[in-house]
């Protein structure tokens, strides 16, 4: 960042403000109007505050990877050939003898998640002139977008608990800073939202079918090119809540009692089909490859940890086997839901990571120790999603990862899920909610 950050974001912020302002009437009812341009703001902070933090603090990082030596010479196209500019943003992701001189500097190049963030930065910046600051705010409006989109589901469903939903959809600091700059997370949390809102309108909600299929696509789309693995978990636990969702719906109970088993069955065979096939198309996923894929990255972040003095842990000796894989499921979904512990921060944003899990901590024995959940969760299908999704990915980021600074943003997608689900099994109302 530089001095053109100071002058350009400004102009931005009031701009972006603006439309916001104008846009806010359509998308908001009067319980959620006045959440709307302050959780747009915390993400301005966040877009910013992450850019000041990965510079000034870490010394560099993924963030001006992607602009540094990946945006910039898209600028530089841009600038030179407008062709050659647009090209390298909708084109095929290939080197030409036009493009050489500038994708032999794009450190992503050929990697088609990575450069696909780079690709999204280059747009941008060129409606910004290439600053920093302000790609970055047009990132955090996406993933905004998400957010917002991902609220507006859960307070159709808990509308009595909109208050509380927003502060862990929309205030929560972990996702207004990994969820805001110019990252991938950023696209993926975004997409997740928005596909999240298409299939609940599809599914449930039977309204604006056609938009609701652009979002679906969409958000399937970015989140497949930018990071399979939440694919893999959400789709099956989109599964258990969709044939959970119809079987409710049948008043008989011999009928509920014969079609369980099925419905199981349909669950776990669509499930295995759809991680078949997103390994079909990422071989590095794939059912064969899978144990070593969390092998080879658990061990490379603990040995990359280790060596820079950084955040490690380790859930103790087992094989990458499926059978071993089972035994780490519990160690890796606590990991993911409540490390680092607040004695095992190493610095200012692991400290205030632990302090955010210590709410989670707080909120899980709450709903453990209050009565009825089981059945509210089984009178909200939607919780089940929730949970389901919660649970998986947390057992996939914690297995694989191994380094907390890094968990802390890779558990991002599930962590509006968790914190959904426990807020509302917490402040419930004694009547169930229509």
């Given at each position: 960042?530089g001095?053109q950050?100071?002058?350009?974001?400004?102009?931005?912020i009031?701009?972006?403000?603006a439309?916001?302002?104008?846009?806010?009437?359509?998308?908001?009812?009067?319980?959620?109007?006045?959440?709307?341009l302050?959780?747009?703001?915390?993400r301005?902070?966040?877009?910013?505050?992450?850019?000041?933090?990965?510079?000034?603090?870490y010394?560099?990082?993924?963030?001006?990877?992607?602009f540094?030596?990946?945006s910039?010479?898209?600028w530089?196209?841009?600038?030179?050939?407008?062709?050659?500019?647009?090209?390298?943003?909708?084109?095929?992701?290939?080197?030409?003898?036009?493009?050489?001189?500038?994708?032999?500097?794009?450190?992503?190049?050929?990697?088609?998640?990575?450069y696909?963030?780079?690709?999204?930065?280059?747009?941008?910046?060129?409606?910004?002139?290439?600053?920093?600051?302000?790609?970055?705010?047009?990132f955090?409006?996406?993933?905004?977008?998400?957010?917002?989109?991902?609220?507006?589901?859960?307070?159709k469903?808990?509308?009595k608990?909109?208050?509380?939903l927003?502060?862990?959809?929309l205030?929560?600091?972990?996702?207004?800073?990994?969820?805001?700059?110019?990252?991938?997370?950023?696209l993926?949390?975004?997409?997740?939202?928005?596909f999240?809102?298409?299939?609940t309108?599809?599914?449930?909600?039977?309204?604006?079918?056609?938009?609701?299929?652009?979002?679906?696509?969409?958000?399937?789309?970015?989140?497949?090119?930018?990071?399979?693995y939440?694919?893999?978990?959400?789709?099956?636990?989109?599964?258990?809540?969709i044939?959970?969702?119809?079987?409710?719906?049948?008043?008989?109970?011999i009928?509920?009692?014969?079609?369980?088993?099925?419905?199981?069955?349909?669950?776990?065979?669509?499930?295995?089909?759809?991680?078949?096939?997103?390994?079909?198309?990422?071989?590095?996923?794939?059912?064969?490859?899978?144990?070593?894929?969390?092998?080879s990255?658990?061990?490379?972040?603990?040995?990359?940890?280790?060596?820079?003095?950084?955040?490690?842990?380790?859930l103790?000796?087992?094989?990458?086997?499926?059978?071993g894989?089972?035994?780490?499921?519990?160690?890796?979904?606590?990991?993911?839901?409540?490390?680092?512990?607040?004695?095992?921060?190493?610095?200012?944003?692991?400290?205030?990571?632990?302090?955010?899990?210590?709410?989670?901590i707080?909120?899980?024995?709450?709903?453990?120790?209050?009565?009825?959940?089981?059945?509210?969760?089984?009178?909200?299908?939607?919780?089940?999603?929730?949970?389901?999704?919660?649970?998986?990915?947390?057992?996939?980021?914690?297995?694989t990862?191994?380094?907390?600074?890094?968990?802390?943003?890779?558990?991002?997608?599930?962590i509006?899920?968790?914190?959904?689900?426990?807020?509302?099994?917490?402040?419930?109302?004694?009547k169930?909610?229509?």
């Amino acid at each position: 960042m530089g001095l053109q950050d100071l002058f350009v974001t400004p102009l931005y912020i009031i701009l972006l403000s603006a439309l916001a302002y104008f846009i806010r009437p359509y998308v908001t009812t009067p319980e959620t109007k006045k959440y709307f341009l302050p959780a747009l703001w915390v993400r301005f902070f966040g877009a910013i505050m992450l850019g000041v933090i990965y510079q000034f603090y870490y010394g560099g990082g993924d963030t001006f990877t992607y602009f540094n030596l990946g945006s910039k010479w898209i600028w530089e196209a841009f600038l030179e050939d407008p062709f050659i500019g647009l090209d390298l943003i909708f084109g095929a992701g290939e080197v030409t003898p036009e493009n050489f001189q500038y994708t032999q500097h794009i450190y992503s190049f050929g990697d088609s998640a990575s450069y696909f963030v780079v690709r999204v930065a280059g747009l941008f910046d060129i409606f910004t002139f290439h600053t920093y600051s302000s790609t970055a705010l047009l990132f955090s409006v996406l993933g905004f977008a998400g957010q917002w989109a991902m609220y507006t589901v859960f307070v159709k469903y808990f509308r009595k608990q909109n208050r509380y939903l927003a502060y862990v959809l929309l205030f929560l600091p972990s996702l207004f800073f990994w969820g805001s700059g110019l990252l991938k997370d950023t696209l993926t949390l975004g997409a997740l939202g928005l596909f999240f809102y298409g299939l609940t309108d599809l599914v449930q909600f039977h309204r604006n079918k056609i938009l609701s299929v652009i979002l679906v696509l969409t958000g399937f789309w970015i989140i497949y090119t930018v990071k399979i693995y939440i694919v893999a978990c959400f789709i099956p636990s989109a599964i258990v809540w969709i044939f959970y969702l119809y079987q409710t719906r049948l008043k008989n109970l011999i009928i509920k009692l014969l079609i369980a088993p099925v419905v199981v069955t349909l669950c776990v065979v669509l499930a295995g089909f759809a991680a078949i096939k997103v390994g079909e198309d990422n071989s590095r996923y794939s059912i064969e490859s899978l144990a070593y894929t969390a092998e080879s990255t658990a061990k490379w972040n603990y040995y990359v940890s280790n060596r820079d003095e950084g955040s490690g842990y380790n859930l103790g000796d087992f094989d990458f086997s499926p059978t071993g894989l089972a035994k780490k499921f519990f160690p890796a979904v606590i990991t993911s839901f409540f490390r680092p512990f607040i004695w095992e921060a190493r610095n200012p944003v692991m400290l205030l990571s632990s302090l955010e899990n210590f709410i989670v901590i707080w909120l899980v024995l709450a709903v453990v120790l209050k009565k009825g959940s089981i059945n509210y969760i089984s009178s909200h299908p939607i919780l089940i999603l929730c949970l389901f999704f919660a649970v998986f990915f947390g057992f996939a980021v914690g297995v694989t990862t191994y380094n907390f600074g890094s968990l802390v943003r890779y558990r991002i997608p599930m962590i509006p899920f968790l914190m959904a689900a426990l807020v509302v099994l917490n402040y419930r109302k004694k009547k169930v909610e229509a």
